[in-house]
């Protein structure tokens, strides 16, 4: 089983709407989660990032981790086209030495 | 913040030749990192660059194929050997500073 999953898409929704964007993890000890975005012929860049469970509010983006059920989540209101890129979940492993494992990564178009 | 300048940014090779990519950090920097990106896959880690020692390798990666040279605290080189087709992908410089940031990476093509 691989240590972050997501649904790699794609992802089309018209501009306004609510997007989210999941991940499951395997390993219940993890605890610090980060979404990065990356758009389109450049790097991923850090988005948010969250520490154990619960919601963490940036803007437009809310970053959700249910920890009982391994499941990250990102939830983007009033979704814009500027948003279109792809989106990674990364998690922190920890012991030992700390290493960024991420997901596939979601790629999300909103049109306009 | 740190900002990464990456080169090149993409490149055709022949099959067996081999490509050294850059990596320059507008500032000093402890943790560097090189990753892979193959369409369809995961972000994966190919080694860690340390400043005056040799680089840590993740498994399934190895020195013979994935050199890597950090004569310093703000420069790195990655250099993919002996490329196959299989090696087509962007390679990306990535660095620890009060977060972790990304090169914009280096667009592999093998023929």
């Known amino acids: 089983q691989k240590e972050v999953e997501q649904d790699p898409g794609p992802l089309s929704v018209p501009e306004g709407a609510i997007v989210s964007l999941n991940c499951t993890y395997s390993n219940s000890a993890f605890q610090y989660f980060m979404w990065y975005r990356q758009y389109s012929r450049k790097g991923p860049e850090l988005l948010m990032y969250?520490?154990?469970?619960g919601n963490k509010e940036d803007g437009r983006f809310t970053a959700q981790v249910d920890k009982s059920s391994k499941y990250i989540s990102l939830f983007i209101r009033d979704s814009q086209p500027s948003d279109s890129a792809t989106y990674l979940c990364a998690i922190l492993t920890q012991g030992g030495s700390e290493k960024l494992v991420f997901g596939k990564g979601t790629k999300l178009t909103v049109n306009p | 913040s740190a900002v990464i300048s990456q080169k090149p940014s993409r490149d055709i090779c022949q099959r067996g030749t081999s490509l050294t990519i850059q990596c320059q950090v507008d500032?000093?920097?402890?943790?560097m990192f090189w990753y892979r990106q193959q369409p369809g896959q995961s972000l994966t880690l190919i080694a860690t660059a340390n400043q005056g020692s040799e680089a840590t390798y993740e498994s399934g990666f190895v020195i013979d194929k994935f050199p890597i040279s950090r004569p310093n605290l703000t420069f790195s080189t990655l250099t993919v050997s002996n490329m196959s087709p299989e090696d087509s992908s962007i390679y990306l410089c990535?660095?620890?500073?009060?977060?972790?940031?990304f090169g914009d990476g280096t667009r592999l093509s093998i023929l």
């Open positions: 500032s000093q920097v402890t943790m």
């Open positions: 990535s660095v620890e500073s009060d977060r972790r940031y």
């Open positions: 969250t520490y154990s469970s």
